[in-house]
Structure formats: C-alpha cells, structure tokens
C-alpha cells in the first residue's frame, strides 16, 4: 500500500496538465483503477485483515483524491498566471493622443452660431433642401418675372416637357424656412435655420453648395434696432473679442423693407485674413425688416405684427474666424488641410466653456 501511495503522489505531483491529471485519477480511483480493485478484494479477506486494510485503504483513496484536487487548482493557477502575463496592461499609461478624426470647421461654426442664438431666445428650425419655387421665390415676393430668380443663379429640378407644374429648386438661400416657420408656430417667433444652400457660383469665395442661417424675429414691436443689437452682440460673441466693426450697407431684398447688408472690417493682404483691422470689409450678411406681402404669405397678419430677418454666409465667417483663404478647400475633403483646420470632436462649443479652443 505504502508503494501505491508514493507512486501516485509522486505521479500527481508531476502532472503538468489538466489532461495527464485525469488519466491518473481514472488509473487510481476510477471504476478499475488500481486502489479501487483493491478496495473490491476486502471481500475476500479475513474479517482481522479487513479490520487493517480497509481503513488504510480509505485513507489512501482520499489522500489520492486530495493530492488530485490540489495538483488541479494549482495547474489552473498556473494557466491563469501565465495568462496574465501575456494579457498585462499599464493602466497608467496616458489616453491615446493622436486623433482618428476631427470635427469640419463648418460643423464647428455651425455649433457656435446656434449657441450664440439660442442663447438670446432663437431655437432652431429646419427645412428641406429641394424646396418648391413657391417657398423659395414667391412666397419671399419675388414673383415669376423678378430679376433676382436670375441672380441667384438657381437649379432647377427636370420636369416632363408636358408637365406645366413649376419645377422644384435647390434652395438658394435659407429664407423659405422663414415661411415655413411662420406656417408652423405663428407669431410671436423667435427661429434660425442653419442649413444647406446651393446656387450656380465657383470661384475662391463662391462654390455651389454653401451654408446659411436664417435669422427670423416676429413680435408686435420688433424694429431694426433690436437687428443692430442682436447681430453686433453676435457678432462679438462670434469673434470672441470686444469689439468689432460692422457696416450696415442700405441694400435690397425683396422679402424685406428697409434692407440692409452687413460687412465686417477685414484685411486679406499676405494670404492671411484678418478681422478687426485693415482696409477691406467682407460682406458677411443680408438683412432687413420683413416685408409685410412675406408676413402675409407666411399667414401672420402685418397690420399687427412685425420682424427682423437675415441671412448669414456660415461659410464666410468660418473663413475670416479661423483664417481660411479659399473657401473651395472646404469641400476638397483634403486629410491634410481637415488635419489642420478640424477641431477635437471632445470640445463642444459653450458660451461657458468657451467657443473654440
Ligand atoms: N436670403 C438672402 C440671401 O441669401 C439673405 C437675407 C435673408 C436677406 C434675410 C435679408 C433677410 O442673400
């Protein structure tokens, strides 16, 4: 019994893995293992031999079955530590630094504008970009005849020969949101619609997808001066300094009366733009009081209300914000110039935390 006992523990204990262990516990104490047929032959002993052998025999049965269970637990500890080294990490070690992406200045001065507005009371309202020539152009007052559907160098949707409809627009500008917004919510509103708009124009400062917002404010007493307001305080928030110098322009709109476009003081000289100081101003926006045929159309009653409105180039104050010289690299999805102009997707403009950083 003695050469059983040292011959399994010894095995046992030189298993080196899981496999080998159960082969041996199955040669020990399984159905025909070695101690259990001799287990089965204490029948056949005298009852004073029986006396001996059979608690011996148990002992060394659970001997075996322990050295088993403990050989087991320290292979899979084992198996687990080797694991580990292999799967070791520093937690310690800084955040990954180098960005995988980055967000577009667009959709950067995009979240600044709307923070900046919806800080004064302007929630945001949208529209499609196919609109119908009614949205877009008669309802704003400018009728089938008027020049400006010329000027705006607009595209126009295919229609059958034999289909008289009036064909749909890419939206030339964000102004039918205006009429959209007053269908809506009637007055008094309060909206700006940053979007797409599409005319046919390429050069450096014209390409022919572009970005607006819309400005629309409907109240019994709104007059210019509360435009003058809102769109200097913009502005300052915008470009983040305390002052900076607009022009308001007299100008003309047919969807608004008196109108007015507004330029900011600028120098482009030595490829790099500047805002604040120079001798150049940059039309930034189009602006005015809300013609009463536009309230109208918009079915607010203009014997009791009134508004401002304007229309902003978001493209155009990306540029002369962040220093851009040529608005066509905006849309070249260049990775080189997207590295360098983009912002970190982590740095949500606030007024609180800061516009850009
Ligand atoms: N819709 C005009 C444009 O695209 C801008 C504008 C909007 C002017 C609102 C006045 C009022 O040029």
């Not at 020539?133 to 005849?145: K, S, T």
């Not at 435009?227 to 002052?243: G, I, M, P, S, T």
Request: include cysteine; charged fraction near 25%; glycine fraction near 8%.
């Amino acid at each position: 019994m003695e050469d059983l006992r040292e011959k399994y523990l010894s095995l046992i204990s030189g298993a080196t893995d899981e496999a080998s262990l159960e082969n041996l516990r199955v040669q020990a104490v399984g159905k025909k293992g070695e101690i259990s047929l001799r287990m089965r032959s204490l029948g056949k002993m005298t009852p004073e031999e029986r006396q001996e052998a059979g608690p011996a025999l148990n002992a060394l049965k659970d001997e075996v079955n322990s050295a088993l269970v403990a050989r087991k637990s320290s292979l899979s500890d084992a198996a687990l530590e080797e694991r580990l080294k292999g799967e070791w990490l520093d937690v310690t070690l800084p955040a990954r630094l180098a960005r995988q992406g980055s967000i577009h200045p667009i959709s950067q001065v995009w979240g600044e504008v709307t923070e900046i507005f919806a800080d004064m009371g302007f929630s945001v309202a949208e529209g499609p970009q196919i609109e119908s020539d009614w949205y877009n152009f008669d309802a704003l007052n400018i009728p089938g005849h008027h020049p400006a559907r010329a000027e705006m160098d607009t595209f126009y949707t295919y229609r059958d020969q034999d289909d008289d409809r009036p064909p749909h627009v890419l939206r030339t500008h964000t102004s039918p949101v205006q009429i959209r917004s007053m269908e809506k919510i009637g007055a008094p509103l309060r909206i700006i619609c940053p979007g797409r708009v599409y005319r046919a124009d390429y050069d450096q400062t014209h390409t022919p997808m572009f970005h607006q917002v819309e400005g629309l404010a409907v109240d019994t007493d709104v007059s210019m001066a509360n435009l003058k307001w809102c769109l200097e305080e913009f502005v300052k928030a915008f470009f983040e300094v305390d002052n900076v110098e607009l022009r308001f322009r007299a100008s003309h709109f047919p969807f608004t009366e008196p109108s007015a476009e507004v330029d900011i003081r600028c120098n482009w000289s030595g490829g790099q733009l500047k805002i604040g100081e120079g001798d150049d101003w940059m039309e930034i926006l189009g602006s005015g009081m809300v013609h009463p045929k536009v309230l109208h159309a918009g079915g607010i009653d203009p014997t009791v209300y009134q508004g401002f409105a304007f229309g902003l180039g978001i493209d155009r104050i990306a540029m002369l914000k962040y220093g851009i010289p040529d608005l066509r690299a905006f849309f070249d999805s260049d990775l080189r110039w997207l590295r360098h102009y983009g912002f970190n997707a982590l740095d949500k403009p606030g007024l609180v935390s800061g516009l850009s950083r």
